[in-house]
């Protein structure tokens, strides 16, 4: 059994810390779940460009809101409270934080916990033997 406070984590190596955001990651590639789980704060009036070419990401947002756009074809979708979104086929898009949001965010395959984003807003490729 796996038990963590969010008081754990943060300031710890699994606390990420982003001019943007910072992401408080609980479960990681190397607790073997098959998938990783973190608590991500938006940083209110950022905008992000995130693109997981090879992750595959839900998300859940419980404070705060803001849009999220999908670059490919414009498409924007109010995010507050309550809204959940997924990102089922690798979309690239664009996170505006109207307030500071609070997301419970999982990532398939899971991440490893040092993951930032490259210029193209992606994590990298995960090491062989992880599955999407």
């Known amino acids: ?45 950022t905008e992000s460009v995130f693109w997981y070419k090879y992750h595959q990401e839900a998300v859940y947002c419980i404070e705060g809101e803001g849009e999220i756009e999908d670059l490919a074809n414009g498409k924007r979708y109010e995010i507050k409270a309550g809204t959940m979104y997924a990102l089922d086929g690798h979309e690239k898009h664009c996170l505006r934080a109207k307030t500071d949001m609070r997301m419970v965010c999982v990532f398939n395959p899971p991440c490893t916990g040092r993951e930032t984003h490259d210029e193209e807003g992606a994590y990298p490729r995960p090491s062989e033997g992880t599955r999407v």
């Open 1 to 45: 059994m796996i038990v963590k406070s969010l008081e754990d984590i943060k300031g710890s190596r699994d606390h990420v810390d982003d001019k943007n955001w910072e992401s408080r990651r609980f479960l990681l590639e190397k607790d073997r779940m098959g998938f990783s789980l973190h608590d991500t704060v938006i940083r209110a009036g």
